[in-house]
Nanobody, 124 residues
Framework: QVQLVESGGGLVQAGGSLRLSCAASGRTFSSYDMGWFRQAPGKEREFVTRIAFFGARTYYADSVKGRFTISRDNAKKTVYLQMNSLKPEDTAVYYC?????????????????WGQGTQVTVSS
């Protein structure tokens, strides 16, 4: 069992930056692929980015490529999402998720554990 707790959300002006953190409990964090998803008001939750359990492979949605960076520190059992050049359309609740099977998925159904989410609001 893995519990995930996101932090770092807040209100920022367009063009600004935020760094989200996701702290995990459990002994096997280093064996999970980790992902970030987001859900904007009135929209379905969507994939943002993922990182393989060993940290070398990452993948980004086109909408955030070049602006967001995912990283992980297995010793601290934490995954990070550095968000730069934020846009109003990045406003959403951001969720951290963990996948037991390392298949490099962007689909929510392939993630087994989810955090409660942290709100990111980007003002224009």
């Amino acid at each position: 069992q893995v519990q995930l707790v996101e932090s770092g959300g807040g209100l920022v002006q367009a063009g600004g930056s935020l760094r989200l953190s996701c702290a995990a409990s459990g002994r096997t964090f280093s064996s999970y692929d980790m992902g970030w998803f987001r859900q904007a008001p009135g929209k379905e939750r969507e994939f943002v980015t993922r990182i393989a359990f060993f940290g070398a492979r990452t993948y980004y949605a086109d909408s955030v490529k070049g602006r967001f960076t995912i990283s992980r520190d297995n010793a601290k059992k934490t995954v990070y999402l550095q968000m730069n050049s934020l846009k109003p359309e990045d406003t959403a609740v951001y969720y951290c998720a963990a996948a037991k099977a390392s298949i490099g998925s962007a689909f929510q159904r392939d993630y087994d554990y989810w955090g409660q989410g942290t709100q990111v609001t980007v003002s224009s």
